[in-house]
């Protein structure tokens, strides 16, 4: 059974602080990881990926990946209150085999 | 990334009664995928729609309560059968290619069931 853990939060940080959010992984076979964000009463909304060790940034956001402990993390530099949402983080394997997890509930405080 | 439009976006429904949900690509794409997503839950994937064939259902979701069809490349439609209060949810229609690119999501459809 593949898995993938999230806390579930609600995770609070100060607007402008740095909001880090982390996911665990079962499978030594995922290849590929996503991060996607979903409003409430919306559908998710992808925002990062990455497939290689190491750090990927994208403007305000920088996804983590470390293999080896089967770990991805997600890091919101600058949080403004629009940043509020459920991050899910998604796992997959070549054969669009997406395992998500349950999300992290994410509130910038203004 | 594809234009993924979803219909119904929400409908309310009576017990056992059926709901046929659409769901239309802007391109062809490869793969589709149905999902459901109960009141504060994270996604649970019902089925993959294959073109041209059966789709492939995930474990505790069957064919006669949920049928697929995928007629073509930019089209797939989802039944929600005999529904039941239990099958209260939001259901996601995303799209997908094979390989490691990600999967987008269609905006969803709200359903309750009285």
């Known amino acids: 059974q593949k898995e993938v853990e999230q806390n579930s939060g609600p995770l609070s940080v100060p607007e402008g602080a740095i909001a880090s959010l982390n996911c665990t992984y079962s499978d030594r076979g995922s290849q590929s990881f996503f991060w996607y964000r979903q409003y409430s009463g919306k559908s998710p909304e992808l925002i990062m990926f990455?497939?290689?060790?190491g750090d990927k940034e994208d403007g305000r956001f920088t996804a983590q990946l470390n293999k080896a402990s089967q770990y991805v993390s997600l890091l919101i530099r600058d949080s403004q209150p629009s940043d509020s949402a459920t991050y899910l983080c998604a796992v997959n394997d070549y054969g669009q085999n997406f395992v998500f997890g349950p999300g992290t509930r994410l509130s910038v405080l203004p | 990334s594809a234009v993924i439009s979803q219909k119904p976006s929400r409908d309310i429904c009576q017990r056992g009664t059926s709901l046929t949900i659409q769901c239309q690509v802007d391109?062809?794409?490869?793969?589709m995928f149905w999902y459901r997503q109960q009141p504060g839950q994270s996604l649970t994937l019902i089925a993959t729609?294959?073109?041209?064939?059966?789709?492939?259902?995930e474990s505790g979701f069957v064919i006669d309560k949920f049928p697929i069809s995928r007629p073509n490349l930019t089209f797939s439609t989802l039944t929600v059968s005999n529904m039941s209060p239990e099958d209260s949810s939001i259901y996601l229609c995303?799209?997908?290619?094979?390989?490691?690119?990600?999967?987008?999501f269609g905006d969803g459809t709200r359903l309750s069931i009285l």
């Open positions: 995303s799209v997908g290619d094979r390989g490691l690119q990600p999967q987008h």
């Open positions: 391109s062809q794409v490869t793969m």
């Open positions: 729609a294959n073109q041209g064939s059966e789709a492939t259902y």
């Open positions: 990455i497939y290689s060790n």
